[in-house]
């Protein structure tokens, strides 16, 4: 099993710009999530999903679009990047439930926005 | 929702000491706990998680306490190695555990 993958690992965008963050995963999990994390504040949750066809906003939703078509992916849309979207970009996965709750994170996607 | 808070936000031990991190919660709700090591430019990697209906948790040199009337719960590390300089992060959820929240990180560095 690959695990949790995403990509791009590194982007540069522009003000204004538009682009998505793509996030896969093969463990046939049904809970995906998306967290950004700046410094000296952790991971905030962005979206969520519980399944395919349903997401939810978490704390800091707004410039970000995320859907659900699959199990396997959740792609994470920026609409029109600001520079306040720099940080590092994680998806994480997990069965669901209240058993297996481990969640697995991706390797990161790093986003500069000048 | 919820808000966790995490202390300290960086600790310096000697090897072979103990480090304790502590987080506290605001939603009495709140029913798993877990903790997430990140070594630098890593992806966050689960260490240990507690439920609330467990005081403590032990795995090897790493333990875990909950006391939920004061809604705190804190990572005990006894015999520090440099391996075990990262940064750790608390978490929190509730219900069917699909939103977590983080607290802010501490930055272990363990001195040889």
């Known amino acids: 099993n690959a695990g949790v993958t995403q990509t791009p690992k590194f982007q540069v965008l522009k003000t204004g710009q538009s682009m998505t963050l793509q996030c896969a995963q093969d463990?046939?999990?049904?809970?995906m999530s998306w967290y950004r994390q700046d410094p000296g504040m952790g991971l905030r949750l962005i979206h969520y999903s519980v399944g395919a066809g349903i997401t939810d906003q978490g704390e800091v939703p707004n410039g970000y679009n995320v859907s659900r078509s699959t199990t396997e992916d959740f792609p994470l849309r920026l609409l029109s990047a600001a520079p306040s979207q720099t940080s590092v970009y994680f998806c994480?996965?997990?069965?669901?439930?209240?058993?297996?709750?481990?969640?697995?994170f991706g390797p990161g996607t790093r986003l500069l926005v000048l | 929702g919820e808000n966790v808070e995490q202390h300290p936000s960086t600790l310096s031990v000697q090897e072979g000491d103990s480090a304790v991190i502590k987080c506290t919660y605001s939603d009495s709700a709140s029913n798993y706990f877990p903790w997430y090591k990140q070594e630098l430019g890593k992806r966050p990697q689960l260490i240990i998680d507690?439920?609330?209906?467990?005081g403590e948790k032990k795995d090897q040199r790493i333990a875990v306490t909950l006391n939920k009337t004061a809604k705190h719960f804190s990572l005990h590390i006894t015999e520090t190695q440099p391996e075990d300089s990262a940064v750790y992060f608390c978490?929190?959820?509730?219900?069917?555990?699909?939103?977590?929240?983080f607290g802010s990180g501490t930055k272990l560095n363990v001195k040889p």
């Open positions: 994480a996965s997990s069965y669901g439930g209240r058993e297996l709750v481990t969640q697995y």
């Open positions: 978490a929190a959820s509730k219900g069917n555990f699909n939103k977590f929240y």
């Open positions: 463990m046939n999990h049904e809970y």
């Open positions: 507690i439920r609330s209906n467990v």
